[in-house]
Structure formats: structure tokens, C-alpha cells
């Protein structure tokens, strides 16, 4: 008799199934372009760029790349703007004049702009991690459901996983347009398909968001992995296994097997 599925699994989207860091940094630029008249010109600097990639574990979502960008062009210091970012970041966009329903727009803007230009470019520009299709399909073999929820816009995680050859319902995806931050529409899942937080796995890359489900009343039994190949800082991956917080680290090498082992 085949075993019932009863485990739900969530991923998060960018830095977990695809890597869209140079795609990010040239949304910031050409965003920037619009706003900074010294930024005119469609392509970012390459130095520009390598330290936005390096600096990109800071960034929760699209719209703060382009205060990301600015400081990177004033030549603040990485471990400045590390420290800093939060701060630097409202002091940007204060001086700019635009509140975040603005830059988000602005952001979106751009990216559709170049889709519609270019889909093609727009598309080479990401990269999806070598081993994102298997753990998709260890999801869709294993789980009784698995969603994405992503700070992305849902129509733009469409596209890449349609360029990929990724087929995933479409239901099952959740991006920035849903208005709800993770915690919520996971839980709203969850409560929804009367799944208890103990029978559901979620990967993301940012541990701040982690570590907000594990403070969550409602989600803190819920297994919580943090994508060691994502957008992340080493120092991050050393106080988790130091300190042994309630989340655990997820390497790429042993990842379908531990996806298994905890669907069962």
C-alpha cells in the first residue's frame, strides 16, 4: 500500500532555485539611471556589479538594491555598508523622496521595461542553481504539496521557471503582489490545508526571515533550513552552527536526502 503524503514543503525563490544577483544589480542601475543623472547608460559598471554580488545577502527585496547601488557608487566600504545598510538605506530614499509603494513600482518597472525590450537578454541574465530541479522534483515525489514564496513578483518567477523547464503550479506560488509578508501566507497555508507547522519543511536563504518564523507563536515547530549556497555572509553560516539556533544549515551536497528524510 503506498504510503500517504502528509509533509508540505516551501522554498523561497531567489537564492534558493535561481541566482539572479547580476539581474538584480542591473535593475538597480537602470532603476538608479532614472533617479541619478551621473547614472546614465544602460550598463552597470563591472566593478559596480562584483561588489553588488558581494554585497547582495544584505538585500530583503528588489526595491532596496537600488539604495544597495548608490552607496556602492559613493564608494562607502563594504564592511561600512555591512554595518551600516539599514541606516544609509532610509537616508537614501529620504533624500530621493520616494516612499517604498513608489520604488517597488519603480523597480517593477524596469524589469517589465526589459522583458518587453528584451526577453531574451533579460532571461540570460539568471542562472538556475545546478541542482534546483532535483529538489523540485523531490518535492513533487515526496510531499503532499510544495509552494514557492518569494519577495519576487509571482509573473516574473513564472517566466524564468517556464525558461528553465520548470512545470510547477502556477496556484502555488506566491510573490510580492500577494501583500503578505512569508510568515503569513505560510501560515494562512497552513491553516487552510489544516497542515500542522510539524509536518512542513521551508528553505530560504535569509536567516533573519528564519529566524522570524522560529520566534512565531504559530510557526516555530515548523523545520526550517537555511540555503548555504544562497545569498548569505559566511559569518552567518559560523554563528548558526556555533550558537545551534532553531534552524539548521542546508548544504546542496546533502539536500535531496535530507528533503527525503524529512518528508517521511
Not at 542601475?29 to 559596480?48: F, H, M, N, Q
Not at 533579460?122 to 509552494?147: A, C, M, Q, T
Not at 544562497?230 to 528533503?259: C, Q, V
Request: hydrophobic content about 40%; glycine content about 4%; overall charge positive.
Amino acid at each position: 500500500m503506498k504510503k500517504q503524503r502528509k509533509k508540505i514543503l516551501f522554498f523561497d525563490f531567489d537564492g534558493v532555485l535561481c541566482d539572479s544577483a547580476n539581474e538584480t544589480g542591473r535593475c538597480a542601475w537602470l532603476a538608479g539611471s532614472i533617479v541619478w543623472e551621473k547614472w546614465r547608460g544602460t550598463d552597470v559598471p563591472k566593478a559596480y556589479l562584483e561588489k553588488f554580488k558581494m554585497l547582495r545577502p544584505i538585500i530583503e527585496t528588489g526595491y532596496q538594491s537600488i539604495a544597495l547601488m548608490k552607496l556602492i557608487s559613493e564608494d562607502y566600504t563594504e564592511a561600512f555598508i555591512k554595518k551600516e545598510f539599514q541606516f544609509m538605506m532610509e537616508q537614501v530614499f529620504t533624500s530621493i523622496s520616494l516612499n517604498k509603494k513608489a520604488l517597488i513600482k519603480l523597480f517593477n518597472k524596469i524589469r517589465e521595461d526589459w522583458i518587453k525590450v528584451n526577453p531574451k537578454n533579460w532571461l540570460s541574465w539568471h542562472k538556475l542553481y545546478p541542482f534546483s530541479k532535483d529538489l523540485i522534483r523531490v518535492g513533487k515525489s515526496h510531499y503532499k504539496e510544495i509552494y514557492i514564496v518569494s519577495t519576487k513578483e509571482k509573473i516574473f518567477i513564472e517566466k524564468l521557471l517556464d525558461f528553465f523547464g520548470i512545470d510547477f503550479n502556477p496556484h502555488n506560488i506566491y510573490g510580492l503582489e500577494s501583500g503578505e509578508n512569508k510568515i503569513k501566507i505560510i501560515e494562512n497555508i497552513l491553516k487552510e490545508k489544516k497542515i500542522s507547522p510539524k509536518n512542513s519543511v521551508f528553505i530560504d536563504d535569509y536567516s533573519d526571515t528564519l529566524r522570524a518564523f522560529a520566534a512565531n507563536n504559530f510557526l516555530k515547530d515548523i523545520h526550517l533550513y537555511l540555503a548555504s549556497w544562497g545569498y548569505m555572509f559566511p559569518e552567518i553560516i559560523e554563528e548558526i552552527e556555533e550558537k545551534k539556533l532553531p534552524l539548521r544549515i542546508l548544504y546542496s551536497s546533502m539536500a535531496e536526502d535530507i528533503l527525503i528524510k524529512e518528508s517521511m
